[in-house]
């Protein structure tokens, strides 16, 4: 039998006043919960990336993490219902003179039941075949009523043209026909808290950005993104997207993972009003931060200006322009020449750099 450990973690009066609190003993982080008129003392580290449980929420008996919600039984460390392989360590404890003390050298053992990885947490590897281009429309609109839209039409003829005319394989996704949850923020949490893929995507079965996700990572070359203007930038589709794409920038910063190796992003951008620059370089700063490269004149982009309220006149203009039309051609051309320079290792293979940032990894004990 090891040697008792006995750490001072505290008043037991101070102690009482939270039902669960992080405590430091040492350098072992200590979930302590008290209820009942009783402590208990499990591993602060959470089985799954590291969670700070002691930092977490009480929910009956057990301990919540609070970035991914995993749950601990508080006395016995077993996970909830189902999950009972997954066990952190339970640490003994006892009060002497007001004061409460944790045995360190008490603790069981960390146990981590087997969890099938998630789908999207293969390899990145391209598989043979043509340029494939995938293109994103972030065009809202009601499902049964549908209506014209010009960053569609414009969409629908790049991609007709990358399939028909320069024989490619494409897919079209239509945002508005998913249905996934907004960007949750567990980035806000920690660095680590974000993970790939998402989350989200890793907790609900039922959210369908998952199909971007494979899109974009694992199957696409080119990436065409089209955006109505809204109030002077992108569609608030587009922006519900992009936020849970932190996930895969994220894994430039703590992980070196680069996700969208050898990816061109290219834009239609349409509006009945102005600053067609203002959301191209939204567009382009947020693609070039997760690694994409452009084409030449990466942007197609239509904008009868600030007074043009007559939306009508507007989609009349688009409808009629054969200019517009090749444009799209033009860019879905540009866009694919830029891939497969980038497809045949033609483009020269550069270091990673981080722009200046460092991720900082949560100090914990071991979980082995």
Not at 71 to 79: L, N, S
Not at 315 to 329: D, H, I, P
């Amino acid at each position: 039998m090891p040697e008792s450990q006995w750490i001072d973690a505290g008043s037991v009066e101070e102690l009482k006043q939270s039902p669960l609190q992080e405590v430091q003993c040492g350098k072992t982080r200590i979930a302590l919960s008290y209820s009942n008129g009783k402590f208990s003392a499990i591993s602060g580290v959470c089985n799954h990336v590291g969670g700070p449980l002691g930092k977490g929420t009480l929910d009956g008996e057990y301990v919540v993490c609070p970035w991914h919600y995993w749950k601990f039984h508080r006395e016995t460390g077993q996970g909830e219902s189902g999950y009972e392989q997954d066990q952190v360590p339970v640490y003994a404890t006892k009060i002497e003179d007001g004061r409460l003390y944790i045995d360190l050298s008490s603790a069981t053992k960390r146990k981590k039941q087997q969890h099938k990885p998630h789908p999207l947490a293969r390899p990145v590897l391209r598989q043979a075949g043509p340029i494939r281009v995938v293109g994103i429309s972030t065009t809202a609109m009601t499902a049964d009523y549908p209506r014209y839209s010009a960053s569609d039409a414009l969409l629908d003829v790049a991609l007709d043209h990358a399939r028909t005319t320069l024989q490619l394989e494409t897919q079209s996704i239509k945002l508005r026909e998913l249905n996934f949850r907004a960007c949750e923020g567990f980035y806000s949490k920690s660095a680590q808290a974000c993970t790939w893929p998402c989350s989200i995507t890793q907790m609900d079965p039922t959210d369908q950005l998952d199909r971007v996700y494979e899109a974009i990572v694992h199957w696409a070359d080119v990436i065409l993104v089209s955006t109505p203007i809204r109030w002077g930038t992108a569609s608030s589709l587009y922006f519900k997207m992009v936020e849970r794409m932190n996930c895969i920038q994220n894994q430039e910063t703590i992980a070196n993972k680069h996700l969208l190796k050898n990816k061109v992003a290219a834009f239609i951008i349409m509006g009945g009003q102005d600053n067609v620059q203002g959301v191209a370089g939204q567009l382009m700063t947020f693609w070039a931060e997760v690694g994409c490269q452009f084409p030449q004149f990466p942007f197609i982009a239509h904008s009868r200006g600030w007074s043009a309220e007559d939306m009508e006149r507007n989609v009349c203009e688009v409808q009629n322009s054969r200019e517009l039309r090749e444009g799209a051609q033009e860019l879905v051309a540009r866009s694919v020449d830029m891939a497969k320079l980038m497809v045949a290792g033609q483009m020269p293979d550069h270091p990673l750099a981080s722009g200046g940032r460092k991720a900082h990894k949560l100090d914990s004990e071991p979980t082995g």
